[in-house]
């Protein structure tokens, strides 16, 4: 069973090394690594009580953090499973749990074209394509 736990300063070690993992960059936004400076300025903002910059969950299985998965103000939904635990099906468990917490209203994704998995993965939990251009792909998934 896979729980989503609530974003700490002791994840915040494994959230920068899963970001600046050479995948995640190459399937992220910017795909330039993130500074300890800038992690640390996000992490803060995380932290704050009134959640800046959304919601943040770290995934965990059996006591071992295996992703991270967040919901951003503008209700963009990202997902970065930890280099180790790929291929495991975690993001697809995630991505569920978060559509049934985020139930009543729509939720988006911003995807890299070639990033053919985070594609199905959103697919497959509902999420409809609604514009393509340059390198990515737009999903929205409406309340249910």
């Known amino acids: 069973m ?11 070690a494994d959230l920068l090394r899963w970001r600046n993992d050479p995948v995640t960059c190459a399937n992220s936004r ?3 690594p993130v500074s300890q400076e800038d992690h640390e300025a996000w992490m803060t903002a995380c ?4 959640h800046p910059k959304g919601e943040v969950w770290v995934a965990d299985v059996d006591g071992t953090s295996v992703g991270v998965i967040r919901v ?11 280099p180790e635990h790929r291929g ?3 993001s697809k468990q995630m991505l569920k749990q978060v559509c049934e917490k985020m139930k ?7 995807i890299r074209t070639a990033n053919a998995a985070s ?10 394509l609604i514009d393509e251009c340059d390198e990515f792909r737009y999903y929205q998934r409406g309340p249910v």
Not at 119 to 128: P, S, V
């Open 72 to 82: 951003n103000l503008e209700c963009e939904v990202s997902i970065t499973v930890a």
């Open 30 to 32: 910017s795909n330039k």
């Open 119 to 128: 594609r199905y993965i959103f697919e497959l939990a509902g999420f409809k």
């Open 47 to 50: 932290m704050a009580g009134s």
């Open 104 to 110: 009543h209203g729509d939720l988006y994704a911003e």
């Open 2 to 12: 896979i729980w989503l736990l609530p974003v700490t300063w002791d994840d915040s």
């Open 88 to 90: 495991k099906g975690y």
